[in-house]
């Protein structure tokens, strides 16, 4: 079968196969490593005792693939990403034709040109694999859909997949049985795309009904036939309806390839040097109701940095971290992960948690994968208050669960099969590193592409395993799939629930019922059934009643989410009078923190009395001060009134409490509020005002009309304390008619621009690099203007981007990129303008979307909070923060900066 962009791909293959011919002059390297058949990659793996790696299906079938899915009729299906690291290659094969080596010390991209012709072989499929002779490798592949975006991942739904392929998300289904996807349904479109080694990725099923998805490059004015109206999405996860009805951020942001779901519905999410980031358990759901609390930091990393590979670093790693500039550079800026040849995780991607038992002795432990390493990690998972932490499991201190020799092998997803078993996605080439992130010399001799037409799926299976079942659910209806759901195996738990649901079967739920009532039902099987109950819209609270006081957690933290509906209703008594009695009796700090949550969601006098114990009794439990503030909209007076002057309540919870009655506008609350403050303790009164203050920065500047406000203020402005006057008068500033002087805020649409510069002007500081140079002038310069965004070992702030990785470049590169700042801006460190309600604007840049606030970084390392309700709009803007130093810099002093920060590196200046 012949894909439509197969011809354009294969034209530009040709041009790089045959620009290896122009390459003369270039040494080749002779420590290349060589790629190993399917069989022996397999063999190559070290495994614990009894587990073993098949090869399910390899190239010439599938080539690049990115993740792997089955459909209810048991069809395997394969996503594939190609185009990885191609702009490179044709970048360096150009360079090639000089015969020159480019050694300078930097980090750059491709230029634009290669970009743009690499696009037309940059693309995703989708192949249905099949296994013709039943010997249990696929050996036949149909292309089932083509000329797709490039496919980060793929779930089954409603008779056909979802792909994650940004711009899009797509619906694609074959309903005429031709074998290839004539529906091709745009669900949702316009996700941010950027470099290809990230973009909207890993799609998975949660138990609520909803579709997970990674970010990519984060946030997007998001649009879709089946929406009301566009949404715009902030930087984080997000999940989707699978009928494109709805789309909405998730708590926490993965910041590579996937992210793993507990059993519970929490989330561990990977950065490219941790293998997990626990995610704290608050849906943004919860946090999003109370619009005047900012939202915190919500993740803790965590999990061995360290990993233990029996393969050799390629040896453009090993060169790398012998080279004294590379080295430099990347440790400066990095760490030892980039720095170092090998030995840390710099790639952690694909995660899961193993839900099966087929493998023996994996069940419930972490695994991911690292790349670069070519291995995957496991890891057990610990409690550790209301978070979790990943621990090295007994006997892999210093070694890895499945490791291979072949360079080549890069495991980067991992799926629950249908058989129980672990399948390993491995997309098999020679480099799978970002192309920029290699010296440009090394790209030359080794190129960036080999192996692009390759790839491995695996088995990771165990010699005990039991066979599975057929994989195909189609025909099973009713009861029979009632059953199903009690199943052991993961997938199948699953794909019942999700038929069930897509069938509209509410005939089934007395079927449910009778699983639920099962003695000694598995947490998995409660979890399933209670789930499909709601989501055929027929559960009803005495189907939760039981399982609330359930010996799981996990179920626990279901059972509260599933009664969250009924607790300000008359018919959900029984379970508040539950959830009152688990607010005493609960001990685990996860499940605490979700009784925390549906305790804002009754409105009964004793509910608050609860939320009060909690403030007094539990906020060491991390995240409870988060919970309690979400559930305390409107309410903030009340329960500052039942806080203060107890001698257990928390300052820090106090502030965080009348901070967010400032940011209410709410003056007979800011009222009710002074009222009792005016009877505090000078240190609480102080605490107190400066928060109220706090939380009004952003209220429109009008005179204070409530008489009983304004009166309280006047007798503080009278203190005979100086720091509750100095407070006092910092709140009735909020009242004044002006705005304050921030130095972030700018009235709305007056953002500086870079001025352009002359070429006369432009020539008077290249002739400056030939004058003679003063490094020490240049750092006192470099303190002065490039500290405050800019960090240099231990001077600086780490605000703009690194400023050694561009010290390769021609000098008259490097002055433009100092000069006109605006002409080409890193990824990830563009201008953010948040629009204010109060007409200003807060310019910085992006650091945190939360649920309720937004959190920009400002020149200095300051940070600034903004909430949401405060905000009318988020813009990009192709523009730098960076000011053009054309006026405040000479010539003089710009080569002089230059010249310090080459001494830095250890490239001199050129001599003149």
């Known amino acids: 079968m012949t894909l439509h962009r197969l011809p354009i791909a294969t034209m530009l293959l040709v041009w790089v196969e ?55 009729r048991g069809r395997m299906f394969v996503s594939e990403l190609h185009g990885y690291n191609l702009a490179g290659q044709l970048d360096v094969e150009e360079l090639n034709k000089t015969g020159m080596l480019d050694t300078k010390v930097r980090r750059v991209q491709a230029g634009e040109k290669f970009k743009k012709v690499a696009e037309a072989g940059t693309y995703g499929v989708v192949k249905v694999l099949r296994d013709t002779d039943g010997d249990g490798r696929m050996d036949a592949a149909e292309v089932w859909a083509a000329d797709l975006p490039p496919v980060y991942g793929l779930v089954p739904a409603r008779g056909g997949v979802i792909v994650a392929c940004a711009p899009d998300i797509l619906f694609l289904a074959d309903r005429d049985g031709d074998g290839r996807a004539e529906v091709r349904e745009k669900l949702f479109t316009g996700f941010p795309t950027g470099e290809l080694e990230r973009g ?81 358990p608050i849906p943004w759901t919860y946090l999003s109701r109370n619009p005047d609390a900012a939202t915190p930091s919500l993740e803790v990393t965590t999990g061995d940095r360290r990993v233990y590979a029996i393969s050799q670093p390629h040896p453009w790693r090993q060169k790398r971290a012998d080279d004294p500039g590379y080295f430099k550079y990347y440790h400066s800026r990095y760490g030892a992960a980039e720095s170092e040849a090998a030995g840390w995780f710099t790639a952690a991607c694909g995660p899961m948690i193993y839900e099966d038992h087929v493998l023996p002795g994996l069940h419930g432990q972490y695994f991911v994968c690292e790349p670069s390493g070519n291995l995957i990690h496991r890891a057990l998972i610990e409690a550790d208050g209301s978070a979790l932490k990943l621990l090295r499991a007994p006997g892999e201190e210093q070694s890895e669960f499945a490791a291979t020799s072949d360079q080549w092998s890069h495991p980067m997803n991992l799926t629950h099969g249908p058989d129980g078993s672990i399948w390993v996605t491995d997309y098999y080439r020679e480099i799978i590193e970002d192309y920029s992130a290699i010296p440009r010399h090394l790209q030359q001799q080794y190129g960036v592409y080999a192996g692009h037409d390759r790839g491995r799926i695996y088995r990771l299976t165990h010699k005990d395993a039991p066979p599975g079942p057929l994989a195909d659910m189609s025909a099973i209806k009713g009861k029979a ?62 189907d939760i009643q039981p399982f609330i006081s359930h010996p799981s957690a996990a179920v626990r933290i279901h059972g509260w989410q599933l009664a969250d509906r009924w607790l300000a209703m008359s018919e959900g008594r029984v379970l508040l009078d539950a959830l009152l009695e688990a607010s005493v009796m609960e001990t685990d700090p996860r499940v605490q923190i979700q009784i925390a949550l549906s305790l804002g969601e009754a409105r009964d006098r004793s509910a608050f009395a609860a939320l009060t114990r909690f403030s007094l009794e539990r906020l060491s439990v991390r995240w409870m001060d988060a919970a309690i503030l979400s559930s305390l909209h409107g309410r903030g007076v009340e329960m500052l009134s039942a806080l203060l002057g107890d001698p257990r309540a928390s300052l820090p919870f106090l502030a965080s409490l009348a901070q967010s009655i400032g940011a209410s506008r709410d003056e007979a609350a800011l009222a009710r509020a002074l009222a009792l403050v005016a009877s505090a303790t000078p240190d609480i009164q102080v605490a107190m005002i400066n928060a109220l203050a706090k939380g009004r920065k952003n209220a429109p500047r009008k005179p204070l009309g409530e008489k009983a406000a304004r009166a309280v203020l006047a007798s503080l402005a009278a203190s005979p304390s100086a720091e509750i006057r100095q407070a006092t008068r910092s709140l009735e500033d909020t009242f004044a008619p002006t705005v304050g002087g921030a130095e972030s805020l700018v009235p709305a649409g007056q953002i500086p621009v870079a001025e352009p510069i002359s070429d006369e002007r432009f020539r008077q500081y290249v002739g400056a690099l030939a004058g003679k140079r003063d490094p020490l002038r240049g750092h006192a310069l470099f303190l002065q203007s490039c500290a405050p965004c800019h960090r240099i070992g231990n001077e600086g702030h780490d605000v703009g981007p690194d400023l050694l990785g561009q010290l390769g470049l021609a000098e008259e590169s490097l002055l433009k990129e100092i000069l006109l700042p605006n002409d080409h801006i890193r990824p990830g460190y563009e201008t953010t303008l948040v629009e204010m309600a109060n007409h200003t604007t807060a310019v910085g840049i992006l650091k945190d979307d939360g649920a309720t606030s937004l959190t920009l970084v400002l020149p200095n390392g300051v940070e600034q909070v903004q909430l949401r309700k405060d905000v009318t709009g988020v813009r990009r803007l192709a523009t730098s923060l960076m000011p053009s130093f054309a006026e405040g810099l000479t010539p003089a002093d710009v080569a002089n900066v230059l010249a310090w920060l080459r001494s830095n590196l250890g490239t001199p200046a050129p001599k003149k």
């Not at 000694?520 to 789930?531: K, Q």
């Open 200 to 280: 909207i990725n890993a799609p998975q099923w949660g138990a609520d009904g909803w579709i997970y998805f990674g970010r990519g490059w984060g946030g997007g004015k998001i649009t879709g036939p089946h929406l009301a109206g566009p949404v715009q999405l902030p930087g984080t996860d997000f999940r989707i309806r699978p009928d494109g009805s709805a789309i909405e951020p998730v708590t926490g942001n993965t910041q590579t390839f996937g992210f793993a779901m507990t059993e519970a519905g929490g989330r561990f999410t990977v950065t490219t040097t941790f293998p997990g980031i626990c995610i704290a």
């Open 18 to 72: 045959l620009s290896l011919g122009v390459r003369a002059q270039i040494p080749l390297p002779t420590d290349a490593p060589k790629p190993l058949t399917p069989e022996q990659s397999a063999a190559a793996f070290k495994l614990p005792k009894g587990f073993q790696m098949e090869v399910i299906a390899s190239e010439p079938l599938i080539s690049s693939p990115s993740a792997v899915c089955w459909d209810e």
């Open 481 to 542: 799939l009632v059953r199903e759901c009690a199943s052991p195996l993961f997938w199948r738990r699953q794909t019942a629930q999700r038929l069930l649901v897509e069938r509209g079967e509410k005939e089934v739920a007395s079927a449910l019922r009778e699983v639920l009532a099962t003695k000694d039902a598995e947490p998995s099987t409660v979890i399933t059934a209670l789930r499909t109950l709601e989501q055929l819209g027929v559960l009803i609270p005495s």
